[in-house]
């Protein structure tokens, strides 16, 4: 069994946080459905970040450009995102609630700002480890932020999401215990896990591929007597 990583361990304790509301605190299952909610607004501040961040630090302008062009794809997908999420949650789980976000914010605060403050931890230290620290920033094709986005909302996001919403719903209209809702948690931990691995190991192997616009050294041969 691979050994878990930091911001591995990280992701995990962020996700097992609604388990605990729901055990300990009492949270009912539109609470579970915000928190998860919650999370995709904080990725998505994080991969501003991360164009922010190359913006400044580049040396190439063609980078630099690329970089912030792709923040327009990560409002584009990951805005869209969020708003058909918020109104399904609300028009689909719970028609009948205060269907504002200022409703939803003033009546599940306490929620909403303990998973603003674990996501933004995980997420963070995601961040600084493998996008700083371990100079993912320059492995990165910037090319590439183009459409990373798309890909992560549909590959990662989108399946997380609705292994959420089908447990919301199964447990509904079965009248399951709450509890049981634990299992589709896990289910989403894995997906997660599984594409945070994913994504970041394929960062790590590109730093073992060779630039091709890094000229090749000359062949000098040797002395020959």
Known sequence: MKRLSSSEIFLIVANLAPILGIFF???????????????????????????????RNSKRKEDRSEALASI?????????????????????????????????FKEYINEIGLMIVVFFIS?????????????????IEVKELLFDDIKN?????????????????????????IYLYAIFIFAKIVVDLNAHRRKHELESYKSFIPDPNTPKPLYVPPNSY
Do not use: C
């Not at 409002?75 to 028009?91: M, P």
């Not at 997420?123 to 492995?139: A, D, L, M, T, V």
């Not at 549909?154 to 447990?167: C, D, H, K, T, W």
């Open 123 to 139: 997420h963070g230290q995601s961040f600084y480890i493998n996008f700083i620290k371990n100079r993912e920033s320059e492995k």
């Open 25 to 55: 605190f009492d949270w009912s299952l539109f609470s579970v459905l915000i928190a998860y909610w919650v999370e995709t607004g904080v990725v998505f501040l994080y991969a501003l970040a991360k164009r922010i961040y190359i913006v």
């Open 72 to 104: 327009f794809t990560a409002v584009a997908a990951y805005g869209s995102f969020i708003i058909i999420h918020f109104a399904l949650i609300l028009d689909l789980a719970y028609p009948g609630i205060n269907n504002t976000l200022s409703g939803v």
């Open 153 to 177: 909302v549909l590959n990662r996001f989108l399946l997380m999401q609705l292994i959420v919403l089908a447990g919301f719903y199964l447990l509904e209209f079965t009248n399951g215990s």
